[in-house]
């Protein structure tokens, strides 16, 4: 058996989310499908990070085991034969070793961090062209307030406060690398890169950062948040249109031919 790992780029405006669900209109069922129809032979997939419906992503990873022998551009291309136009493989890669050994590849367990972006339109009327394409905002917000809001979220921390209430992770604590956030003239760009992330993490992060650079609540009020543990403290869940799993950190001894920036592929 191989081992392939494949780089998905996926529009998520069409989909229930990555995981696969009776109903077979997810990101997941929609590849499996299309491997089903290339290969001739079923092939479970595993994926870096499930998202969530509306979630796009810029740099999805996934792997799978066969024992078919096809080289990159050919998966590549056959894959993409069978997929819709909103789900698309950039590359493929066939790794060196045993599948069946713990410390070889694996999409989810061998990923060191995963950076998300949220894209945010803030003006006072919406846009329809940016509609599932970014989050909407009517009143002005303060970026420099926000920044210095994000401080005591850095390093291990635990983000109960943040976390869906239905979240099946077994630990709230995760590693905050980095937090930056940027205005592009009306659009303000939210970059999140942590070990991994708790369900609906980076939207709660980002609904309650609003309230801090709209006034509403003062720059200490993300500490309060975070040391509170109390989800009911933070504000509402912010819309999934503007969220982007948009990098995976992996060790370079795997090779991956992983896109080269983690900028948004529009932006």
């Not at 209109?25 to 290969?39: G, P, R, S, Y």
């Not at 789900?87 to 998300?116: C, M, N, Q």
């Not at 291990?156 to 003239?185: E, N, Y």
């Not at 509403?216 to 109390?230: F, H, I, P, Q, Y």
Request: aromatic letters at 10%.
């Amino acid at each position: 058996m191989k081992r392939i790992a494949i780089g998905l780029q996926y529009d998520g405006q069409a989909w229930h989310g990555y995981q696969k669900q009776d109903h077979g209109l997810t990101v997941q069922d929609k590849l499996e499908q299309a491997l089903l129809e290339f290969a001739t032979v079923p092939l479970a997939t595993t994926c870096a990070g499930r998202t969530d419906a509306g979630v796009h992503a810029s740099e999805q990873v996934v792997h799978f085991d066969t024992d078919l022998d096809r080289l990159p551009h050919a998966w590549v291309r056959g894959i993409n034969a069978f997929l819709p136009p909103s789900i698309g493989v950039r590359w493929a890669k066939e790794l060196e070793g045993d599948p069946a050994v713990d410390d070889f590849f694996h999409a989810r367990f061998s990923a060191r961090a995963r950076t998300y972006h949220y894209v945010l339109y803030n003006h006072h009327t919406r846009s329809p062209l940016l509609n599932g394409r970014a989050g909407f905002y009517h009143r002005p917000l303060d970026v420099a307030r926000m920044q210095e809001a994000v401080k005591p979220l850095l390093g291990w921390q635990d983000f109960t406060t943040f976390r869906a209430a239905h979240c099946q992770a077994k630990s709230p604590v995760k590693l905050m690398h980095d937090i930056q956030i940027r205005r592009h003239g009306e659009l303000i760009v939210f970059t999140l890169k942590a070990n991994a992330f708790l369900h609906h993490m980076v939207r709660n992060l980002v609904g309650s950062l609003v309230y801090i650079g709209q006034g509403r609540e003062d720059v200490s009020w993300m500490g309060e948040l975070l040391e509170a543990k109390n989800r009911q403290l933070a504000a509402p869940t912010f819309m999934p249109d503007g969220l982007y799993l948009a990098k995976i950190d992996y060790d370079e001894k795997w090779g991956l031919p992983l896109e080269t920036t983690s900028a948004l592929p529009w932006f």
